[in-house]
Structure formats: structure tokens, C-alpha cells
């Protein structure tokens, strides 16, 4: 794959969703020494919705994600961005620039960077070598960064060390990271883990407002905060869509009862 | 080569009858008639003499006409008595009694030309064939191989019909087709060319080479299709010995990295004195053989446990004052263990010697196995093979089926997971590298028997073990042993047509891109764990 | 000024510039003009001796860039360091023309002594300067760019990739040390009359070669400093710290690495092609596995990712070897080896690390005094 080929996504700045749904998966099937992390998983996401997708350990939601990123390849079935786009033939970086952003489960910033040039490094631009060599920060890029820092609330922060930000201050930033790459399709894993109350209902306000201009599906254990946020929940386990509706819906379900509660 | 084993086996004999003739010993007329023929100094004559002593049943007398063969057999020039006059010993001909005090002087060779030589071998190998002893049979029959001749075959049919020996047997065979070669009846040398189909005898080899641009078109064609069908065997004999140094190189290679798979593998753990450990090995053995060089051959049994002991304390001492504090940082471990590697090769330049030191191998490693004469594996080498896969499974059982490998392997899967079960992960982390470190001394053990120990020796395995490691696919025990074999064996395959340093390069370059195919080695680790 | 631009944030570079600068200025004068009775008289073997050292600092810098920016752990360098020598000897070897033992006017002496009768293909061209410089450049940057493209789009990284880097150097060695290789096998290229027309053994080009080697690595550093004062750079201190994040953001991590591993070995390349006209040889030894990681330890002692760290360590151990391996030579594997573990375990990092540990504390002391 040539560097160009990866660019020009952005550059032609349209994603074809003329279907409604953003993203598509069908009949994934991974397996890791035989055991079936992913088995037979078929998901539509669609274009502006904010989907919240839960399940108990080992139910194979971090493994999704890699699929959409392109870390994991699957053994077989499809994965389409929008109608055109086949994310099982790009690479990771390609997929982020075709518009996929990403938050881990565990934070991972830049450390040794400050949070300004966090933002910096994430931004949507020409992310070529020769480029980036002699890239300079305009006004407009400049003015982004210092709005996205209000909307994260890292202001004071701006040429602090990523790596001495507390943990929460962290997810922040990678939550920041994300909204400067400026992606179709956000994928936040397990985005309030280890934040207090107040930082959750920021979040979740957050998040919520992102939808409509972008798709997010938000993985997440924090059964409140996924009620707080969700219009609609996927319930995953064992590889499979086990159930999908409303939270009330889904937690009626007596499969899902069963496979939470154990009998 | 062959002259001076065919001239032990001379000596052999001639003792050997000395034993047996020295008990009844009396002159009889014969010896009176042959001394006076031989006096007359004529090759007829000699001859003549030759056939009566042939003729004799004189136990004395083959060794007397052996004597004449290799040119010891003396007369007395006054009292016409015969001598064998070998170094150091002197014998009378027809007692067999020693003779002392004898002046040579007085002695005049008994002269011989080839044609009574070659007469002289086929007499005696006649006399010897018959020899109550199947080695001495065997040994006759051998030494007439190159010169058998049409004549002697009904002799060797008689012969074949009573022996009872296979090995005898077989060479008899051998000698008769080799004489019907010989013979002027075109159907019975074709019909020994088809016999002779895939056999290995050198000496037939020479014969089909003649024999192939025979006069007879018909003889030729077939000598050539039965040297063809020899050659092919030859090569594919060729064939099995590259794949048995092959395999020997692969099984020191195996030896060097297994260790390393262990620190390595198993623990993450660079550790890059891991060859000074095999050094460290080495050199136990050649203190060892210092301590007693009156029991060399037992001297390894010993070397093996001390070196396991000697290279596994230092493998401890490194873990627990430097390596310990390096966990999590793999390419610091590295640097700090090349220190080490470096401190401990000048160690022993400084305490023992700059130069190589002087390892010898027990008898029973020396010396070769004969599958058949273009093919022979020596015992050093099949030992050894035979050790690293002892040393292998030994290994295997211990990480699989004990306390330690279970703790060895919770360690290294979840640190902290195995120490909330309680593992003691300190002591688990000192005991595996210890483990490690041991089996790397074994392996000089066995290193010092196929090459120098000097204090360079770890460092010219270090880079290999690493290749083998990750080649076989990092934490894979199974792995390591498949890489080593088989890279071991890609190398003895590459080196007839590309030399020793091309094949060498080539395997590097190989694994290089390989590892660019397939990071994770041969068997990989699977799994959402080792994606980071 | 640029230059300034460059090394704004930099005070450790600018000392070590203002250094260099001044020994470049006065060295020559004191070796050429101070005459040599006198007691500040440099002699010719020690500016020769400082220029080596000046090209290990040029190497050292090569290997931080990669290193200590990039995460990267070279254990081959010392390669592409040797490539720039071999292409440089090659020059040098055509230089010497029929001046050599057997006199051929076109084959260098082991060719001759090989019986081979033409000159191999790819010494053609090696008489030019320019075309030598050219290659300087070029021929350790292929080696980096292939090998780097493959093994960094299949991610091969961390250990494995140490590994693979000794494994290239240790097969180049090997290769080297072929007769049939063209390059002189065990002996290599050596018995160089002179440069550029010059005598390699007047004290004027000796003093040239050691200004050249002083300006290199002011140009090579400050080269580096700018690529890692710009995004470029940040993008790639990113990818040390958090490589798989760096690619969800949307870079091809594998096409930065391949740039700055190739510019790297570019610089080594340099550095190698200035160290065999002042040393008079180079030999298959320099590919030696041992060789490379020595290099490591020069960065690893003055303090990674600093890059005068590496300028600073380059030269202090190697100085340490010329006066250990001169006074008591069994002592100074010894002493490299505790180096190397001692580095890694209380200095790691380095002295430039120190230096920034004392200055804080002192600070702080100061604050509180104050």
C-alpha cells in the first residue's frame, strides 16, 4: 500500500453512508489457538447513532474493536466502512484516516509530550514523512487545539507532560485526541473507568453530544453510565450478538439475565 | 592407508600364529627342502620352495610364506636356517622360537619380485581362508579382493559352500564375482556385473571403471549401467551422511540455544553471557580432566553434573545482582548481560589463558560406526546428537509434568497473578534462569568434545542460539529443537555447493527474511497476550 | 539564524558545539603552527586521535537518533558505519594506482595477488571523489532502507529486532571476510599514499581530515536536532513511547521508522567513510558483532536521547580505552564490561541524566536557601 492511497481518504472527505448504516460486520469469525473469540458476529452500526455495546469478560468486545482497526485479522466474514470501504484490506493507519478513531480501554497518550502536542500529533492532516518534517501549526489547527482543550477541560494543562496527567485527565486527552482527528466512527473503550461521578456525567455529556455529527459506539461495564447514555445496547457474548434494543429491552431479556446473573 | 592396514593385519596374523605354532615345533623335512631352494637364489626356485611350504601342514608354514611376502623372511648364510626378522622381534621360520642375540649380518634377505608376490597372496590367502578364526578368514578374503583371479574360484566356491560366517560369506561372494570378472567367459562376467548391482567395495568401483570402456560393447554397457546403479548409491549415501553432519550440527546448535529458550523464552530475559556460560562449561570439563587424568573416560559423567552446577550458580549469581533489577526492560537486560559476557571471557584469559585449552575425548567417543564402506558415523558426533535429545526431554518433562515448571510457566505467563497464588516469584525467576544457565554448561560439556575451548567459544555460539530461539518461535521448546535440527541440517545441504562461510551467510540471511515473513518464528504463540 | 532556530531549546548541544567549534579552531593552530618544542605543540598522532574520536561521535549521535528517539536498539550499526569505510577505501584503494607492491597500474594489490585480471563491475567508478562521496551516502542508506522496510513492515520490533540488526552485521562479517567477495577478505583495504591528491601522512591533510570529521558531526547533529524539533521528530519520539497508538491515529509507522533508521545509517556511513582515511585501514573486524553494541554503550553512558549524551559518551569511552588498553590492556575488557552493567543499572540515564538530576536538586537546594 502507498502512502497516497492512505491519504486520500480524507482528502476526498466523503464516506459513502447512503444506506444509513456506517458500519458493517458480518459473519466475523476469529479464533486464537482454537478458541472462538469472535463467532459469527453480524453488527450494523449506524451513520450518527451512539451505540453502546456490553458484555461480560472473554464476550469478545475488545477483539470487535481490533477487527474495525484493523489490529486483528479476521478468519473470515466482511467488515465495511460505509458502502465502499473494505477495512479487512487497510492497514491501521489507513483505517484511522479513512475516518475510525479509537480510545483504548487503558489510556494511552504520548507521555513524554505535552498535552498540546498530543493533540497535535492526533489531528486530521497529511500524516506523510516529507510532511510532516516541515509542517508548521496554522491558525486554524492552532485554534481546534485550543478549543478541543476547552471541551476537555485540559486548558491549564497545555504544555504539561502527558505522562503527569492523573488517570482521569488521561482518558480526557484521549477523548481529546479523538475529537481532533475528527472521525466518522468512534470507537471508546471502557471510557470512564477509574473516573469519579462528576467526570462520568461530564463524559457522558460528552459523548452525547458528539452523536448526530459522528457515530460512537462506546464499550462499557458501568451499567449506570451506559444507561445514562444509550438509546440503543448490544449485549455480546461468546463472540455473538446475544441480544439488542433498548437497555430496558435488553435487560429483560432472560438470555441476558441468564448470562449475567448465572442461571 | 590401505598398505599400512593391510600390513597390521600382516603383523596381526603373524603373532597370532606365533601363539598357536610356538607349541608343537619340530623340524621337519620340509623346511630342509625349502632352505636348500631357497639357498639357490632363484625366483623359480623360490618359488618352488613357496609350493612345499604351502603344501606342508606345518602351522609354521603360512607364516613363514607371509614372512617372505612383506620381506622379513631372512636365511641364515652359513647355517641355512630361516628367520623372520621383523622390528624388535626375530623369529626362527620353522620353530617359531624367538631368537636372541642375533647378528643381522648374518642374514641374507630371501629375494621376491611382484609376479611371486602376487603368487605369494593368492597361496597364502588360499592358506588363511581356511583359517579356523572368521576374523582372520574375513581379513584373507578382504586382502584378496584387488587381486583375485579366475583361477582361485573353485577354491573360493568350495570355501563359500562350507562357510557359516555371513560377513565371511558376503566377501567370499564379493571375490567371486570380482574373479569371474577377471575370467576370459564373456556369460559369466556379465552375469557377475549384474551381481555386482549396488555394491559399495571401492574395489569394485575400480573394476567397473576399467571394465566399462571394455573392448566388448556388450561388457561395457554393462559395467557402466552397474557403476551407475553403484554411483547412485554412492550419492545417496553421500546424501545420508550431509544429513548426519546435519543433524549434528543441529543437535549442538539445539544443545547451545536450549538453554537460551528457557531465559529467553520462557522468562523474556535476554541474556546475551548465556555462550560464556557454555564456555564456563566447556572449562569444567577441562578442570576435571585436570583433577583425573587417570580416568578420562569417565571423566564426563562427572563433567556434567559439575558443569550444570558450576554455570548454574553463576547463572544465579547474575540473576539475583543484576539481572533481577532489569525485569520489564528487555534491552537494558541485554546490555547489561553483553557486560557480563565481556567480564566473564576476560576472566578467563586473565585466571586460566588467553589460548585454547586442551579437552580430550574418552575412548568410547572415538572411533566410528560402519553402516556400510562409503558410509561410517562417528561416535563423538551420534553421542552427542543422542545427548541433546536426552538433554531436551529432560527438560520438557521438567517444565511440563514438575512443581517447578508449573511455577516456572504461571510465572511467565502472569507475573502477578502467579505471585497472588502464592508463587515465590523471586526464587521461581532465580531457579529457571539457574535452570537455564545449567543446561547451558552441559552444553559445553558436549561442545568441548567437537571443538576448541578457548575463551571465544560462547561467543561464537551466542548469535546462532539466538537465531535457533527465534526461529523456532520465542517460548516454544518444540520449536527450538525443530530450528536447530533443521537449520543445522539446511547448512550441511548448502555447504558442498556454496562453502562453509557462503552457507553460513546464507543461513543468516535466510532466517532474516524469514522472520520478516513470520516475526513469531516457526511455532508462534498465539493468542491476544502475545500481540504485545 | 537557522542554526540558532535549531538549537534554541538545547543547552547541552550548544555547549557541545561551542566546544567543538573551539577545538577545531585551535588544534590545527597549535599542531601546524606552534612549533614542536614548544609544550602547547599538539603532535599530529593526537589531532589524528581526536578526529577518530570526533567520527565515533558522529556514530554515537547516529545511534541515538534511532535509539534514543526511536526506540530502536541497533545492534548493527557498526555496519553501515564499516559500509561508508569499505566505499571510502575502495576510493582510496584506486588512489594508490601502480604505486602499490605489484605495481598494476588499475588492480589494487590483492586483486593481483588473487590472479584476478580485470577489475570486478562494482569497483568501476570508485577512482572519482564525487562518485565515492556519492556512494558514502548511498550504500549504507540501501542496506538501512531494505532492511528496514522489511523488517518494519512485518513489525518485527523490540528484541527481536536487536537481534536481527547483530544478525545482519554478524552475516556481513562473514561475507567480508571472503576473498571472493572483492574487498581484500581477511585483510581488508589498507596502505592508502593519499586523498584528494594529498598525502594521508602530511600533517595538513591530517588536520584537514580532522576538521572535516569536527564539521560532520556539527552538520550530522545539528540534522538530527532539527528533525527532532519538528513534528517529524515528535512523531517519532510518539512511536517509541506508544508505537500501536501511534498507528490508530493514522501514521504509517513503519515508513517513519525506515526514515530515520536509513538517515541514521547515513550518518553512520559518514562518520565510517572519515574514519578510514585518519586510522590508514579497514577490515572485516569492524563488522564485528562486538563493535556495534560497544557504540550502544557510548550512547548508553552519555545519556540517550539527548544526542550530545551520545557525543559526550562516544568520546569519554573511548578515551578511557586508549588509556586503559595502552596502560594495562588485560583491564579494559574489564572495565567496559562492569561499564555496561553498571550504566544499565545506576545510570541509566547517563551522564546527561545526571547532569539534569544534580542541576535540579541543586536548584531546588538553591530555592530553598533562597
Known amino acids: 500500500m502507498s502512502e497516497g492511497e492512505g491519504a486520500h481518504f480524507y482528502r476526498q472527505g466523503a464516506l459513502d453512508t447512503s444506506h444509513k448504516a456506517i458500519l458493517y460486520l458480518e459473519d466475523l469469525n476469529v479464533s486464537f489457538d482454537g478458541f472462538k473469540a469472535i463467532n459469527n458476529l453480524t453488527l450494523y452500526i449506524d451513520a450518527g447513532e451512539l451505540r453502546c455495546i456490553i458484555g461480560p469478560n472473554g464476550a469478545g468486545k475488545t477483539t470487535m474493536m481490533d477487527i474495525i482497526t484493523g489490529k486483528t485479522k479476521p478468519d473470515s466474514g466482511k467488515a465495511f466502512f460505509g458502502q465502499t470501504i473494505d477495512l479487512l ?54 485554534a481546534l487545539i485550543d478549543e478541543t482543550l ?33 472521525p466518522y466512527l468512534l470507537l471508546v473503550d471502557e471510557p470512564v473507568a477509574g473516573m469519579t461521578h462528576q467526570e462520568m456525567d461530564r ?40 441480544a439488542e434494543g433498548t437497555m430496558d429491552e435488553v435487560q429483560q431479556n432472560p438470555r441476558v439475565v441468564e448470562v449475567y446473573l448465572g442461571e | 592407508m590401505l598398505a599400512k592396514s593391510r600390513a597390521r593385519i600382516g603383523v596381526a596374523l603373524i603373532l597370532l600364529f606365533f601363539s598357536i605354532a610356538a607349541v608343537w615345533a619340530e623340524t621337519d623335512p620340509t623346511w630342509n627342502q625349502a632352505s636348500s631352494l631357497f639357498k639357490q637364489a632363484s625366483f623359480d626356485k623360490t618359488r618352488e620352495a613357496a ?107 568350495d570355501l563359500l559352500s562350507k562357510e557359516t560366517d555371513s560377513q565371511v560369506k558376503d566377501a567370499l561372494y564379493l571375490a567371486i564375482q570380482l574373479a569371474s570378472l577377471n575370467s576370459s567367459d564373456k556369460a559369466s562376467k556379465l552375469s557377475a556385473l549384474n551381481a555386482l548391482e549396488g555394491n559399495l567395495n571401492p574395489i569394485v568401483r575400480n573394476k567397473l571403471t576399467i571394465l566399462s570402456s571394455d573392448a566388448d560393447s556388450e561388457i561395457a554397457k554393462a559395467a557402466q549401467t552397474t557403476l551407475r546403479s553403484i554411483e547412485n548409491k554412492v550419492a545417496l549415501n553421500g546424501q545420508l551422511e550431509t544429513l548426519f553432519f546435519g543433524l549434528s550440527l543441529g543437535s549442538v546448535l539445539v544443545l547451545a540455544a536450549i538453554g537460551l529458550a528457557i531465559t529467553f523464552g520462557v522468562m523474556g530475559v535476554i541474556n546475551m553471557a548465556h555462550g560464556e556460560l557454555i564456555m564456563l562449561g566447556a572449562y569444567t570439563t577441562y578442570f576435571i580432566q585436570k583433577l583425573m587424568p587417570n580416568y578420562l573416560d569417565y571423566s564426563l559423567f562427572l563433567a556434567i553434573p559439575a558443569a550444570f552446577v558450576v554455570s548454574g550458580l553463576m547463572g544465579i549469581l547474575i540473576e539475583r545482582s543484576v539481572i533481577r533489577h532489569l525485569y520489564g ?46 558410509l561410517s558415523l562417528t561416535y563423538n558426533r551420534l553421542y552427542i546428537l543422542a545427548f541433546s535429545l536426552l538433554v531436551f526431554a529432560i527438560l520438557y518433562f521438567v517444565l511440563r509434568n514438575t512443581n517447578l515448571g508449573l511455577q516456572v510457566r504461571a510465572v511467565s505467563q502472569n507475573r502477578a497473578m502467579a505471585r497472588a497464588m502464592g508463587v515465590r516469584s523471586a526464587r521461581v525467576d532465580a531457579l529457571t534462569f539457574g535452570l537455564g544457565s545449567g543446561i547451558a554448561g552441559v552444553a559445553g560439556v558436549a561442545l568441548s568434545q567437537l571443538t576448541n575451548v578457548g575463551p571465544n567459544l560462547g561467543q561464537s555460539y551466542i548469535i546462532d542460539s539466538f537465531m535457533v530461539v527465534v526461529f523456532g518461535g520465542v517460548g516454544n521448546l518444540w520449536g527450538t529443537l525443530v530450528a536447530g535440527l533443521s537449520l543445522g541440517v539446511i547448512n550441511k545441504f548448502l555447504e558442498p555447493w556454496a562453502g562453509a562461510v557462503l552457507a553460513k551467510i546464507l543461513v543468516l540471511v535466510f532466517i532474516i527474511l524469514f522472520i520478516q515473513k513470520r516475526p513469531r518464528g516457526l511455532f508462534p504463540q498465539k493468542g491476544r497476550a502475545a500481540g504485545d | ?117 580485470v577489475l570486478p563491475w562494482f569497483w568501476q567508478g570508485f577512482d572519482m571523489f564525487w562518485f565515492a562521496l556519492l556512494m558514502v551516502l548511498f550504500i549504507p542508506s540501501l542496506l538501512a532502507f531494505v532492511f528496514g522496510w522489511l523488517a518494519f513492515r512485518s513489525r518485527v520490533t523490540g528484541v527481536y529486532l536487536s537481534i536481527m540488526t547483530q544478525a545482519m552485521t554478524y552475516a556481513l562479517m562473514w561475507a567480508f571476510l571472503r576473498n571472493e567477495m572483492g574487498f581484500g577478505g581477511n585483510n581488508g583495504l589498507t596502505d592508502f599514499k593519499d586523498i584528494l591528491g594529498f598525502s594521508l601522512q602530511s600533517d595538513y591533510t591530517r588536520v584537514a ?91 548508553a553512558m552519555g545519556g540517550r536521547a539527548t544526542l550530545y549524551g551520545a557525543v559526550l559518551g562516544a568520546i569519554l569511552v573511548n578515551y578511557a580505552k586508549t588509556v586503559f588498553t595502552g596502560l594495562m590492556p588485560e583491564s579494559w575488557l574489564f572495565m567496559l564490561g562492569a561499564l555496561f552493567v553498571l550504566v544499565t543499572l545506576y545510570l541509566p540515564q547517563g551522564l546527561a541524566g545526571l547532569w539534569n538530576t544534580l542541576k535540579t536538586n541543586f536548584g531546588r537546594k538553591r530555592e530553598v536557601a533562597a
Open chain 3, 209 to 299: 581530515l580532522f576538521i572535516c570529521s569536527g564539521l560532520a558531526l556539527a552538520i550530522g547533529y545539528l540534522l538530527c536536532r532539527y528533525v527532532i524539533n519538528s513534528k517529524l521528530g515528535r512523531i517519532t519520539v510518539a512511536i517509541r513511547d506508544a508505537e500501536s497508538r501511534t498507528r490508530f491515529v493514522g501514521y504509517k509507522v513503519e515508513h517513519y521508522k525506515v526514515w530515520i533508521f536509513t538517515f541514521s545509517a547515513m550518518l553512520a556511513g559518514v562518520a565510517g567513510a572519515l574514519y578510514v582515511p585518519q586510522v590508514g585501514i579497514i577490515n572485516p573486524s569492524e563488522f564485528s558483532p562486538l563493535n556495534s553494541i560497544e557504540i550502544v554503550i557510548w550512547v
Open chain 1, 150 to 182: 476547552q471541551t476537555i477541560g485540559l486548558s491549564e494543562q497545555y504544555h504539561k507532560l502527558a505522562g503527569a496527567l492523573s488517570h482521569g485527565q488521561k482518558q480526557w486527552l484521549e477523548i481529546g485526541m479523538l475529537l481532533v482527528q475528527k
Open chain 1, 203 to 242: 463524559t457522558a455529556e460528552l459523548l452525547k453530544s458528539l452523536a448526530g455529527k459522528h457515530s460512537v459506539v462506546v464499550v462499557e461495564h458501568d451499567m449506570e453510565f451506559v444507561r445514562s447514555i444509550a438509546n440503543k445496547v448490544t449485549v455480546l457474548h461468546q463472540g455473538s450478538v446475544l
Open chain 2, 329 to 374: 526492560r528487555p534491552l537494558e537486560t541485554l546490555l547489561a548481560t553483553f557486560g557480563i559476557s565481556l567480564i566473564l571471557q576476560q576472566l578467563v584469559r586473565t585466571v586460566v589463558s588467553p589460548q585454547n585449552v586442551p579437552v580430550s575425548n574418552p575412548s568410547w567417543m572415538s572411533g566410528s560406526l560402519e553402516i556400510n564402506s562409503v
Open chain 1, 89 to 142: 484490506k487497510l492497514s491501521e493507519p489507513e483505517i484511522a484516516n479513512a475516518g475510525i478513531g479509537r480510545k483504548f480501554q487503558k489510556p494511552t497518550v504520548f507521555e513524554s509530550h505535552s498535552v498540546a502536542e498530543n493533540l497535535e500529533l492526533a489531528m486530521k492532516g497529511d500524516k506523510r514523512v516529507w510532511f510532516s518534517l516541515r509542517a508548521q501549526l496554522n491558525g486554524e489547527q492552532q
Open chain 2, 51 to 157: 609350493d612345499l611350504l604351502a603344501a606342508s601342514s606345518d602351522p609354521q608354514a603360512p607364516l613363514a610364506l607371509k614372512a617372505l611376502l612383506e620381506g622379513q623372511l631372512y636365511q641364515h648364510k652359513q647355517n641355512d636356517s630361516l628367520a623372520v626378522l621383523a622390528d624388535g622381534n626375530s623369529l626362527d621360520a620353522s620353530t617359531g622360537q624367538a631368537l636372541s642375540a642375533l647378528n643381522k649380518d648374518d642374514y641374507r634377505k630371501i629375494p621376491i619380485n611382484n609376479t611371486l608376490r602376487k603368487y605369494l597372496r593368492s597361496k597364502l590367502g588360499g592358506l588363511s581362508l581356511s583359517s579356523s578364526d572368521p576374523k582372520v578368514r574375513l581379513a584373507s578374503t578382504i586382502g584378496l579382493l584387488e587381486t583375485v583371479t579366475p583361477e582361485q574360484l573353485p577354491q573360493l566356491q
Open chain 3, 1 to 117: 539564524m537557522l542554526i540558532s532556530q535549531i538549537l534554541k531549546n538545547d543547552r547541552g548541544g550548544q555547549i557541545m558545539l561551542a566546544v567543538l567549534a573551539a577545538v577545531l579552531l585551535v588544534v590545527p593552530v597549535l599542531n601546524l603552527v606552534v612549533s614542536n618544542t614548544s609544550p602547547l605543540h599538539v603532535p599530529t598522532y593526537l589531532v589524528t586521535l581526536m578526529g577518530k574520536y570526533l567520527t565515533y561521535a558522529l556514530l554515537a549521535v547516529a545511534v541515538d537518533l534511532v535509539w534514543g528517539y526511536l526506540g530502536i536498539l541497533s545492534l548493527g550499526h557498526g555496519a553501515f558505519f564499516a559500509l561508508g569505510g569499505y566505499v571510502m577505501g575502495m576510493y582510496l584503494m584506486r588512489q594508490i594506482g601502480d604505486r602499490g607492491v605489484y605495481g598494476n597500474p588499475e588492480l589494487p594489490d590483492f586483486m593481483v595477488f588473487l590472479n584476478w585480471k
